[in-house]
């Protein structure tokens, strides 16, 4: 199964691809192929010496699409439509979306588009054979990055699809030691991206560090 | 320290209530004072069989709130501005809601009101010198209940008073194994309100029972 990432260069994207690539086929985009390019390298080296092999090429962001089953848009939501119009090809492909739309006011808020939520903003901008979820919302930058900790959390994945949500799930769990939840369709991810701000107060209120959730 | 119950012999009230007796004095308030006092007797011979001694008294709504330091709306959301439109007294008072204001379509679904929470238009209804906390929205009716079970959860607590949130969290930790967390400022508190919807649907989509939440 191969995984393209839009944005895999970026804060989520970089640390998302070392924790995929070992497993599945990595593909990371990026708006700079060269970007994308250098970061791999970086990426492959930093996982050899950990004694992983893995596989992770560094392309544009279009190429990342074009060549994958599956794309994760790891994109700030304050350049997610933009992104978006600039490219074409997500005819049939599951889409996933971590993406949280929030502001950094005294605290952090949820600001919801029109649509409700990003991956429902992601859906409606899609041609409709595109197959959108959401997943990773809730997993902080520094975590994906921080290759020596497992990553014990909950991470609810939404979706109409019912097949797209399980092969979404299957890479969750297959992913350290997260552990992927049915969040029910597209319509209730706006609950589900709203948990990222309420996790960064969380730890800002209570001086703690990349706090993730835990279902029980 | 008089802990006022509104709505005390409803789902939640019920089970808040014995959980919170053998601590603090309870005042548990009903529209119909009878049934409050049935329910408080049942409560208290149920405690007295467990070995625990307690305090718990059973009276009208008003009455609740007029004997009580802290008072905690355990008001279904449908009922919660109808309801507080009858009362008054609660000048001065620490007011806790626990209300999550939500509808069960396919799935649960958050839907706030206007203000933007439940907290904030228990805030907007109540006299300016009331001090609203949002507190204890997560744990589910069953939980409470179940007094052989330990609450092993996380409750985020959000309130503009600093010495008021203080007092609500220090009530949080010393219930069960429950443990508070500071969510912010009541203008966070839809992204704690929504953390319900959310775990209902986590529980009805992965065929689990009674989710709670915990912070790491």
């Known amino acids: 199964m191969k995984i393209g990432i839009v944005g895999g260069t970026g804060d989520i994207g970089e640390g998302m691809a070392m924790r995929l690539a070992p497993r599945y086929e990595v593909i990371v985009g990026s708006r700079e192929k060269e970007k994308a390019e250098q970061s791999c390298a ?3 080296d930093l996982l050899k010496k950990r004694g992983q092999t893995c596989f992770l090429k560094g392309v544009s962001n279009q190429e990342a699409i074009d060549g994958a089953d599956i794309v994760i848009l790891a994109i700030p939501f304050k350049h997610l439509a933009a992104t978006i119009a600039t490219l074409h090809g997500f005819e049939n492909k599951i889409v996933v979306s971590p993406v949280n739309p929030m502001e950094k006011r005294d605290y952090f808020v949820f600001v919801p588009p029109p649509e409700g939520s990003a991956a429902l903003l992601v859906k409606k901008m899609l041609p409709a054979s595109a197959r959108v979820c959401s997943a990773f919302n809730v997993i902080a930058a520094n975590k994906w990055r921080a290759l020596d900790e ?9 979706g109409d699809d019912v097949d797209a949500k399980r092969q979404v799930m299957e890479i969750v769990n297959s992913t350290s030691k997260l552990q992927a939840f049915d969040g029910g369709p597209l319509a209730v991810s706006a609950m589900v991206e709203s948990l990222t701000p309420l996790l960064l107060n969380i730890a800002r209120y209570n001086k703690m560090r990349d706090v993730g959730i835990q279902f029980k």
């Open 150 to 158: 497992e990553l014990h959390y909950a991470v609810p994945v939404c």
């Open 42 to 44: 970086a990426s492959i």
